[in-house]
Each structure stands twice: as C-alpha cells, then as structure tokens.
C-alpha cells in the first residue's frame, strides 16, 4: 500500500516535478482564491483564465515565450472591461461577458490559422502538468513571491473591499483602484497556473481549494492555509491517480479538489443537521 503511495513519486521524476508544480500552484492559488471567493470574482477569474487564449496562441505562433502571450491577453483584457466599463453604461458583468467571448472565439480563429497547433492548444486549454521544466518551476515560485507580497502589503483594504467598496473608500482607501490590484492579483496568478493545468482548469484550483475552506473557516489566514492544503492534498492524490488509471493529470487534480469540495460541503450540511437536531431535542 505504501509503495502504491509514495514510489511513484521516489521512481519518476515527471511526478516529482509535476508535485511540485502542483504545490506551488496551490498555493498561490489559495492566497488569490481566497479574495476571488470573498469578493464574488469567479465570473472575472474565468474571464481572465480564457482571455489569454489569443496572446498565448499568437506568442507561439511567433516563437514567444507563452508566458508573454499570456501577460499580453491579460493586460489587454482588464484594460477593456475598463474601458467599456466607463465608456459605456454597460454593467460590470455585461462588459467581462462580451469581451470573454470575444477574447476566447479570437483565441480559436487564431489557433485555426495551424494545421500543427492542436498539440499545443490541447496543452494552453488542459495544461502540462507532467511535463513542467525547472525553469517553469522558478517562474511559479516568483509569482507566489509577487502575490503573496501583494496580498500581504494590500491585505486591510482588500478585506475592505470584499465586504463592501464604501467601506474602503470611508477607511481612506480608493476602492477602484485596490480591485484593480486585485484583479492585477487573480492575472498574475492565471498566467502563473495555466502551464500547470491549463486555461480551462486554473479556475478549478483557483475556486474549489478557497470554496472549499470557507466552508469552515472565517478568518481569512486560515482560510488561505486550509486553502492551500486542500490544493496540495489534490495535486497529490489527483497525480496518483492519473498515475495508477492512466488519466489527464491537470483534469484530475481539479476533479479532485472540486470532490473534496463536495464531501465538505456534504460533511458540514450533517453536523448542521445534528446540531439543529439536538438544539430542538
């Protein structure tokens, strides 16, 4: 049983690597997630996840780093929901919706240009966890670094922000421009993630591990640790058993962390129910 667990990881390198990815990824996640989950952001977030589509795919096409094509689609797609935000009397989700859809049917007539990009799309979409370089490694650690530091020098007026912008503006904070660093935040954090677990998966680790601890915690330190516990927990467990069933590893490190999800929700619900119980009794 112990080899079953541990040997995968002892005899193959991929895994190790991809271990760590995960667990780096997690983390990050988890201090992003937290604030994407308090704020109500998981409709920006998978905004952001698939607005990159098109910069990766134009990078690649030019030879570019996809990490650049990435920052490119993410700047590009905060600075229009800006615009169309103020210049229109559009609302907020009205603005992230169309530009979501354009970003992302941008991103497929792109990629339609190459008969040979559908390895690579298939590896932007779903992510390649087992084939994550050391290189790729070092650029996660200074992304956790940047959020982290972020989160850390910005945490009072976020907290603000996520109950509520008039607060933050009375405590002397602008609050437009801190839920610009925000989604500044969740951008940095997408772009960091997708190599892992691809585009359409990031928001999977980015709302399940925070969704997840918020079920049981309030303060937003633990919520942030349980987060990231839950996500490292799932990376394992979802890469044994990509490894013993021979399945996507990105896919099932996410289905994963969406089932734990659900057996704490499940498990939270019945101690609510005997507690209901016992208080009528």
Known sequence: MTD???????DNEFLRHALAAGILVSLVCAVAGAFVVLRGLAFVGDALAHGVLPGIA????????????????????MGGVSVVTRRSRL??????????????????????RSRSFTGDLTRILFGEVLGVTTGELRWQAVALVVVGAIAWLCRRPFLLLCVDDDLATSSGFPARRYHALMLALVAVTVVSAFQTVGTLLV????????????????????LMAIAAAVGALSTYVGLLLSYHADLAAGASIVVTAVGLFAITMAATEVRRAVGAARARA
């Open 91 to 112: 609302s907020g989700d009205t603005a992230i919706g169309l530009l979501f859809v354009g970003m992302l049917a941008l991103g497929v007539m792109i990629t339609s």
């Open 4 to 10: 079953a667990l541990v040997s995968p990881f002892l």
């Open 58 to 77: 134009t990078a690649l096409l030019l030879g570019l780093p996809a990490v650049v094509g990435a920052g490119v689609g993410t700047v590009v797609m």
């Open 203 to 222: 928001l999977g680790m980015l709302i399940a591990p925070a969704a997840t601890a918020a079920l049981v915690v309030r303060r937003i330190g633990s």
